[in-house]
């Protein structure tokens, strides 16, 4: 029986077209969606953090504001730190090592 040359149901080339146009389709979204989650993030941020008024302090008043504001930052950071070292490896095993003994009760 001589084979029957298939046919493809789809042009090489409309193929190409096909499958460009879904990855400018895909792009556009990514790119929507980037827009839409930086504009959720300032809108956050704008929420949770309050504007700075440092006009018509004193050099007193604005050293008073800057320990404050540093005092703020360490306690982030040595949360972030703790939070980082305890979802690691190590902060597991310390973790199940800590709930395991007998001291911890």
């Excluded at 704008?46 to 703020?72: F, N, V």
């Amino acid at each position: 029986m001589p084979e029957v040359e298939r046919k493809p149901k789809i042009t090489a080339s409309r193929k190409l077209l096909l499958k460009s146009l879904m990855l400018a389709k895909a792009k556009e979204c990514w790119e929507q969606e980037n827009e839409e989650r930086e504009a959720e993030k300032s809108r956050y941020l704008a929420e949770r953090i309050p504007t700075l008024q440092t006009r018509g302090l004193s050099l007193s008043a604005l050293q008073d504001l800057c320990r404050e504001l540093h005092a703020k930052v360490e306690v982030v950071d040595e949360e972030r730190y703790d939070i980082e070292a305890m979802s690691g490896m190590e902060g597991r095993k310390k973790m199940f090592d800590a709930a395991k003994s007998p001291t911890s009760q």
